[in-house]
Every structure is written in C-alpha cells, then in structure tokens.
C-alpha cells in the first residue's frame, strides 16, 4: 500500500536558519503530494501541494518539488522565523483510490529567537 | 476552499457512554472523511463517507464502534460508541474539493475519557 516517510524530529533552529524536513513515499499509482501544518492548538492547514512529477509548490516562503526519480517531497525554507514553530506533516493522495490520503508521522520543528 | 466547523470543540465522556460529533461544510462536496489523531501522532483514517451510501472503514475499524450518518452534501456525524479511555484523541472530519483536489480539515473534536 502507499507510505509516507518522514524525517524525524524534533527539529530545532535558530531564527534565520535553513530548513529542510525530508519526506519520501511508496504509491502504487500517481498521487499528489502535500504538506500540511498543524499550529500549536489548531487544526491541519494545507501548506503547499504539487499534483505531477516536477511541479514545486510554494506558500508563505516554503517551497517542495514533487521528484519522481526519488520519489521525494521534501520541504524547505530559507530563513525560518519563530512563527513557523509547527508541526509539519507529509502526504500522499492517490487519485485513482477514492481520494484517500496518507500521512506521515509530523516532524516538529521549534524555532528559537 | 471550504470551511468545514466541527461541534463539540471538545468533550470530557465517561467510560462506556457515546458522544456524537458533527460536522458541516459551508460547500456541496461528495466525499467526507473522517481521521483519527491520537496525542502526539499522525492522523489515522477512520471511514469514508459518501452521501446516500455506507460509509467505508479502514481496517481495524467498524460500523458499530464508529457508526457514521451522511444525511446531505455538507453534513456528517460520527459517533463514538461504547468509549473507553483509549478512544481520547482528536477526531478531524476532512473534505476533498474536486474542483482542486485540495483537502481541508475541520478545526478537530478534543475527546478526552475518563
């Protein structure tokens, strides 16, 4: 069945700082691939998506390009603020099976001033 | 995009009684999920549901512990029957919008049992 894989955290950064959160997948058809955000207290918010192989999804600094070669996603930004404390989260829909989703486990990242 | 709200925002139950969640979309969709969210991890699917048939779990989930109602295109409830404290989790009804195929969450149902 289809699988997301993400990199472990907790991840802690200063202000500023580069981030990269890894997350690959296994599918068996052609999904679209998202990253969500959970804020402390609130619910999941899509943070960026790309629907085919090579397209990079953008939002509020953060950046992914969908890599079928590697079968990757991973998120970055270039300079993290303390705003972007959160937990973020990879996934994978499959179109051609009802639409359903899967995640992976979070990755916590904590930004420190 | 949708707004989908989502009552109770939370509930404390007692062991062995069932607690009703409903949730509302402010658009007409056809697919409405609901997940799972247990402290700390990721989201589980629970069941799909489609509006005027039965709703589909996922394995390791049934119809009389989590028995779901689809009356219309933008209302579903989702009961937990029978809770036990292993049921406290944050429960999330989620639509997919087949204009963009984006996904979109409601705000999430804190259960706690005691």
């Known amino acids: 069945g289809d699988s997301v894989t993400q990199m472990e955290g907790p991840v802690t950064l200063s202000e500023e700082a580069f981030l990269t959160i890894n997350c690959t997948y296994t599918?068996?058809?052609?999904?679209?691939l998202f990253w969500y955000v959970q804020y402390p207290g609130e619910g999941l918010q899509l943070l960026l998506k790309a629907t085919k192989a090579d397209d990079k999804g953008s939002n509020k600094g953060f950046e992914a390009t969908y890599r079928k070669e590697t079968t990757s996603f991973h998120l970055e930004k270039g300079s993290v603020q303390v705003s972007d404390s959160a937990v973020y989260f990879c996934?994978?829909?499959?179109?051609?099976?009802?639409?359903?989703?899967?995640f992976g486990d979070g990755t916590t990242l904590t930004v420190k001033p | 995009s949708a707004v989908i709200s989502q009552k109770p925002s939370r509930d404390i139950c007692q062991r062995g009684t069932s607690l009703t969640i409903q949730c509302q979309v402010d658009s007409q969709v056809t697919m409405m999920f609901w997940y799972r969210q247990q402290p700390g991890q990721s989201l589980t699917l629970i069941a799909t549901?489609?509006?005027?048939?039965?709703?589909?779990?996922e394995s390791g989930f049934v119809i009389d512990k989590f028995p779901i109602s689809r009356p219309n295109l933008t209302f579903s409830t989702l009961t937990v029957s029978n809770m036990s404290p292993e049921d406290s989790s944050i429960y999330l009804c989620?639509?997919?919008?087949?204009?963009?195929?984006?996904?979109?969450f409601g705000p999430g149902t804190r259960l706690t049992v005691t």
């Open positions: 996934a994978l829909r499959d179109n051609t099976n009802a639409g359903k989703s899967t």
């Open positions: 989620s639509v997919v919008l087949p204009s963009s195929y984006e996904q979109y």
């Open positions: 549901a489609n509006q005027g048939s039965e709703a589909t779990y």
């Open positions: 599918a068996t058809g052609y999904p679209s």
